[in-house]
Nanobody, 122 residues
């Protein structure tokens, strides 16, 4: 399974962005997917996750109510809609996949895409 994140960019505080995670390979529809972010010098941080069916989602407290994760298994895509962005949301965002249940622990994920940079200006 290969994953590719895209959609990052520069946005003003209060603005919105939608990140996309495109997957190739077999059995994407059986893959739980998580979004993580990392600032230089900091640990990778859980943002959101979604189960293989899309029926279960989880969010970090810091983004709850502002971000929404979704997926389209027919298109092999997972999305992260980010609203009311804050400067502290600035980071490189990664999507990751694992077979089994979704998890907030980045070490549980086997498949990782390259990141996409999100910069939120104040």
């Amino acid at each position: 399974v290969q994953l590719q994140a895209s959609g990052g960019g520069l946005v003003q505080a209060g603005g919105s962005l939608r990140l996309s995670c495109a997957a190739s390979g077999r059995s994407f529809s059986m893959l739980a997917v998580g979004w993580f972010r990392q600032d230089p010098g900091k640990e990778r941080e859980f943002v959101a996750s979604i189960s293989w069916s899309g029926g279960s989602t989880n969010y970090a407290d810091s983004v709850k109510g502002r971000f929404a994760i979704s997926r389209d298994n027919a298109k092999n895509m997972v999305y992260l809609q980010m609203n009311s962005l804050k400067p502290e949301d600035t980071a490189v965002y990664y999507c990751a996949g694992r077979y089994g249940g979704s998890s907030p622990d980045y070490s549980d994920y086997r498949y990782w895409g390259s990141g996409t940079l999100v910069t939120v200006s104040s």
